[in-house]
């Protein structure tokens, strides 16, 4: 277990870094942390004491590193503010209560999971029946469907709201998963299409004068090969579904919120103002679930934005 972590991590594939050169590795290196270090202050805020996160010199790290540090950039690290994210005063005098942040992280997981998924199943059937039987002006319906994704969601949110009314979907799970898998629909479809004009048809052709039907083919011959393409579709519309905040703060209700719709509520609760360190703390919490399936699914997700453009 711990080998196929550190491979994940990259430790032990020197060959990379052999053909690469130690300059170049170094340059990439050095690029990545200044990608990564918005994300590092917010992580490292988030275990700052409250009146810390806004000092000026900012405070860097949570240890002098053997005295390489002046001691005025060393904060030191607390946990009151994870506490705090699923239980605290919401009146100054106040006793502690529940948040009810725990509801709200599962909200998100299971309306991104679920609305994903779907997206997945019936984008990639779709994606499947547009490359292998095209219909006539098929380009057209594609960039009809692809429409759907050219405005901004503000754009639409008035006809959403008044069919969401009529049918009785405000504030449901079911309304606001079909409404992130609708959006989501577009997305995989083109992408899971792009994979299988890369397929060849020759094997399918095989299959099918050996007496397989169009189903197996599908299931047994064609998404075997595209395991790549799903995984990166799925990682893609995660992240646009995990971080929407529109549609989430209008069409949910108190039960089915997600975290950024209470995050925007939560900062400035309990009468301090805004408490920054608890922000970053909701925020550092909120990159765990989306950073674990990247992270697992990482092989998959190089293979498939790169799918038919290099060689393995």
């Given at each position: 277990?711990?080998?196929?972590?550190?491979?994940?991590?990259g430790f032990g594939r020197?060959?990379?870094?052999?053909?690469a050169g130690w300059g170049?590795?170094?340059?990439?290196?050095?690029?990545?942390?200044?990608?990564?270090?918005?994300?590092?202050?917010?992580?490292?805020?988030?275990?700052?004491?409250?009146?810390?996160?806004?000092?000026?010199?900012?405070?860097?790290?949570?240890?002098?590193?053997?005295?390489?540090?002046?001691?005025?950039?060393?904060?030191?690290?607390?946990?009151?503010?994870?506490?705090?994210?699923?239980?605290?005063?919401?009146?100054?005098?106040?006793?502690?209560?529940?948040?009810?942040?725990?509801?709200?992280?599962?909200?998100?997981?299971?309306?991104?999971?679920?609305?994903?998924?779907?997206?997945?199943?019936?984008?990639?059937?779709?994606?499947?029946?547009?490359?292998?039987y095209p219909l006539k002006?098929?380009?057209?319906?594609?960039?009809?469907?692809?429409?759907?994704?050219?405005?901004?969601?503000?754009?639409?949110?008035?006809?959403?709201?008044?069919?969401?009314?009529?049918?009785?979907?405000?504030?449901?799970?079911?309304?606001?998963?079909?409404?992130?898998?609708?959006?989501?629909?577009?997305?995989?479809?083109?992408?899971?299409?792009?994979?299988?004009?890369?397929?060849?048809?020759?094997?399918?052709?095989?299959?099918?004068?050996?007496?397989?039907?169009?189903?197996?083919?599908?299931?047994?011959?064609?998404?075997?090969?595209?395991?790549?393409?799903?995984?990166?579709?799925?990682?893609?519309?995660?992240?646009?579904?995990?971080?929407?905040?529109?549609?989430?703060?209008?069409?949910?209700?108190?039960?089915?919120?997600?975290?950024?719709?209470?995050?925007?509520?939560?900062?400035?609760?309990?009468?301090?103002?805004?408490?920054?360190?608890?922000?970053?703390?909701?925020?550092?919490?909120?990159?765990?679930?989306?950073?674990?399936?990247?992270?697992?699914?990482?092989?998959?997700?190089?293979?498939?934005?790169?799918?038919?453009?290099?060689?393995?």
């Amino acid at each position: 277990m711990a080998e196929s972590i550190l491979g994940k991590l990259g430790f032990g594939r020197a060959s990379g870094v052999d053909k690469a050169g130690w300059g170049r590795t170094l340059a990439v290196a050095i690029v990545a942390f200044i990608y990564f270090l918005p994300v590092l202050f917010i992580i490292f805020t988030a275990f700052k004491p409250q009146g810390d996160a806004l000092l000026v010199p900012p405070t860097l790290s949570p240890t002098s590193l053997f005295g390489l540090i002046p001691d005025h950039f060393v904060f030191k690290p607390t946990l009151e503010n994870f506490g705090s994210v699923f239980s605290r005063s919401m009146t100054p005098d106040g006793a502690p209560e529940a948040t009810g942040f725990d509801r709200y992280f599962f909200n998100s997981i299971f309306i991104a999971s679920a609305s994903v998924l779907l997206a997945l199943v019936i984008g990639t059937l779709a994606a499947f029946g547009f490359s292998r039987y095209p219909l006539k002006g098929n380009d057209t319906y594609l960039f009809i469907i692809l429409t759907t994704r050219m405005l901004p969601a503000i754009v639409v949110i008035i006809p959403v709201i008044l069919m969401f009314r009529v049918v009785g979907l405000s504030g449901s799970y079911l309304g606001i998963i079909m409404l992130y898998t609708a959006f989501n629909l577009a997305f995989t479809i083109w992408m899971m299409k792009s994979f299988f004009d890369e397929l060849s048809p020759d094997v399918e052709d095989a299959a099918r004068l050996d007496g397989s039907s169009g189903m197996r083919v599908f299931f047994k011959i064609c998404l075997p090969q595209v395991i790549a393409g799903l995984a990166a579709t799925f990682v893609f519309g995660l992240i646009l579904t995990w971080n929407e905040f529109l549609f989430a703060l209008l069409l949910s209700g108190p039960d089915t919120r997600t975290v950024p719709v209470a995050m925007n509520q939560a900062v400035s609760s309990g009468g301090r103002g805004t408490d920054w360190t608890l922000l970053a703390a909701i925020e550092t919490l909120f990159l765990v679930p989306v950073f674990l399936v990247t992270f697992f699914l990482q092989n998959h997700l190089l293979r498939g934005v790169t799918f038919g453009t290099v060689k393995r």
